[in-house]
Every structure is written in C-alpha cells, then in structure tokens.
C-alpha cells in the first residue's frame, strides 16, 4: 500500500516536472519533423483505473468538473480540423486530442457520479458566445479567438490551432499543478494517477506542437 509520505513525495516530484515543462518545450529545434517527438498514447478508464472507487476532497471534485469543461473545448478545436483544410500531420495530432480528452472526460464525469457530485456535460458550444469569458479556466480561447480559428483554413489554421492549442494545454499543466499544491488534494492513489498522465501526456505535446510550429513554412508577408 502506498503511504501517505509516498504520495506526498510523487506529488512534490510531479509539481517540479511541471514547473519545468515551459522551459521543456521552448527547447525544441527548428526543423524538426513531427513525428520525430514520441507521440502520447490515448489515454482510456481502462488504463487508469482499479477496481476500487477513488475517494476525493471538494478540490478533486472540483478539478475534475473544470477539467471536464477544459477538455470539451479542446475537443471542439481539435474536431474542425477534417474540414478546415488541415494538413495531414495536423489532422492526425487533432484525431489523437479528441479520441485521449473524450475518453478522459467520459472517465471524469464517471468518477464525478462516483462521488455523488454534479456532473457537468462537455459541451464547449457556449464557450463561442461572446461575454462568457468570465467563465473561461487558464488556456482556454474567448469567443473571438474560437470565431478566428473557425474562419481560418489551411496553413493559416495549422498555424492558429497550434498556437491556440500549445496555449490550452499549458492551462492544464496549470491546473494540474493549483491542485497538487492543494492540501489534501489529489492524494488517492487512483486520482494522482490520472492527473500524472494527463499532466506527461500534455508535457509532450507540447513539446511536439513546438516542433510542428518550427516546422511551418514563413509567413506571408503584408503587403
């Protein structure tokens, strides 16, 4: 059984590995291809569960609800990417982030009827009205960057869900790490778990987003 100073021990390791994530993904080089960047595996309840039911403070539970929101927005950026002129490579990153963060929701919002608390569905569609910006978590896009990825297509979509996505993910790790540093947080076993993949899993990324950002062509210039 895993003690209490075990856990303590791996959540202080796990807030070190993401106060250095940044600095991580600001290393990748110009040029380097996309698939040179170890690519994270989708992430499934069956990978991150026991048989038993994960207990939980209010900060879990709240973590888990905002998470729920946070992912669905991904989800909806990633989706468009079939149809708006997305690169190859681009399309295959996007079909990785909705596939991991639906089956990471779907493990949430079970965990959250575990636990007998509300939970939220994962629709970002109001996340495009504008005014709900009050709402929104760290890293995640108003209204009217949602509208200017929407209207873009081709390169110029490559480029802005790049950007836009490096930032969404760099929100997570932010959560993330509000919740380890919580008392008493994130300490069940099962829980910790998950919000470490889901941390690794977002770490790399990043980083590989980096390197496809690298990779894109000049742009244009204005006339």
Same mark, same amino acid.
């Given at each position: 059984?895993?003690? *209490? ?13 993401? *106060?250095? =994530? ?71 990153? =996007? ?67 790049? *950007? ?60």
């Amino acid at each position: 059984m895993t003690t *209490t100073r075990g856990r303590l021990s791996r959540a202080g390791l796990l807030v070190a590995a993401i *106060t250095g =994530c940044a600095s991580s993904s600001r290393t990748a080089r110009a040029g380097v291809e996309p698939a040179s960047t170890p690519q994270p595996a989708p992430v499934s309840p069956a990978s991150t569960t026991t048989l038993a039911t994960p207990s939980h403070t209010a900060a879990d539970a709240e973590f888990m609800a905002g998470m729920i929101a946070h992912h669905a927005q991904a989800v909806l950026m990633a989706g468009w990417a079939p149809t708006h002129g997305a690169s190859p490579a681009m399309k295959a990153l =996007c079909e990785r982030i909705v596939v991991g963060q639906r089956d990471e929701i779907a493990l949430m919002q079970r965990w959250l009827g575990e636990w007998n608390e509300p939970v939220p569905k994962a629709d970002a569609s109001h996340d495009m009205m504008p005014g709900m910006e009050h709402m929104l978590m760290p890293g995640m896009l108003t209204a009217d960057q949602l509208v200017q990825l929407n209207r873009a297509s081709g390169p110029e979509f490559d480029r802005l869900f790049l *950007t836009f996505m490096i930032r969404h993910h760099q929100g997570a790790l932010t959560m993330i790490k509000q919740l380890i540093e919580t008392t008493g947080a994130a300490r069940d076993d099962n829980v910790f778990k998950f919000v470490s993949d889901m941390n690794a899993d977002q770490t790399i990324e990043i980083e590989r987003m980096t390197g496809m950002v690298a990779a894109l062509p000049p742009q244009a210039s204005a006339p």
